[in-house]
Antibody
């Protein structure tokens, strides 16, 4: 059974960098594309970006200048860094697996999500 | 970017009745080379991550009750719950994976009347 678990600080100060790690169990991180998705309070789902085990990435253009994604195949983990955060970045952050072996695919499964609040 | 819209924003349906949610994409998500629509539906309950219901617009995920069905092609899609159960109260999202940036609809909240 494939499981994903997000981890990282739940509180980040404005202008600082949000850092999250997703740990994958039950599957090799080399076999799929892995995405970050968030849900701001009271709003819908927003795709942030994906990473492949080769280090290839793609992300939403509106976030591209602030997003860094990386993968650690030895730990079966991938990570997200979002710089210069503001209150608008407050959200539940999810990591998710692209179901098939191509970039354009549906997401399954998802991690439980972690709430990140941006506040001083 | 492909913009996804959903209607209605919310709907209240009696137990055992049909619920239909509509989703429209700003451009076609049909890949004519394989005749597949790159459209998925998810259900999200409070405090839980989204759960995959259907993909390729109409393929039901394993384990999803057959009262859930997806349909449509091109730019117009729908998710139907044939006989609403209490456990179906949730927010439902459509999602296009035809081209990056991948995008979701704003969600439709389904409640019991």
């Amino acid at each position: 059974q494939v499981q994903l678990q997000e981890s990282g600080p739940g509180l980040v100060k404005p202008s600082e960098t949000l850092s999250l790690i997703c740990t994958v169990s039950g599957d090799s991180i080399k076999s799929h594309y892995w995405s970050w998705i968030r849900r701001p309070p009271g709003k819908g789902l927003e795709w942030i970006g994906y990473i492949y085990h080769t280090g290839s990435t793609n992300c939403d253009p509106s976030l591209k200048s602030r997003v860094t994604m990386s993968v650690d195949t030895s730990k079966n983990q991938f990570s997200l860094k979002l710089s210069s955060v503001t209150a608008a970045d407050t959200a539940v952050y999810y990591c998710a697996r692209g179901k098939t072996a191509v970039a354009g695919t549906w997401f399954d499964p998802w991690g439980q999500g972690t709430l990140v609040t941006v506040s001083s | 970017d492909i913009v996804m819209t959903q209607s209605p924003d919310s709907l209240a349906v009696s137990l055992g009745e049909r619920a239909t949610i509509n989703c429209k994409s700003s451009q076609s998500v049909l890949n004519t080379s394989n005749n597949k629509n790159y459209l998925a539906w998810y259900q999200q309950k409070p405090g839980q991550p989204p759960k995959l219901l259907t993909y390729w617009a109409s393929t039901r995920e394993s384990g999803v009750p057959d009262r859930f069905s997806g349909s449509g092609s091109g730019t117009d899609f729908s998710l139907t719950i044939s006989t609403l159960q209490a456990e179906d109260v949730a927010v439902y999202y459509c999602h296009q994976y035809y081209s990056a940036p991948f995008t979701f609809g704003p969600g439709t909240k389904v409640e019991i009347k």
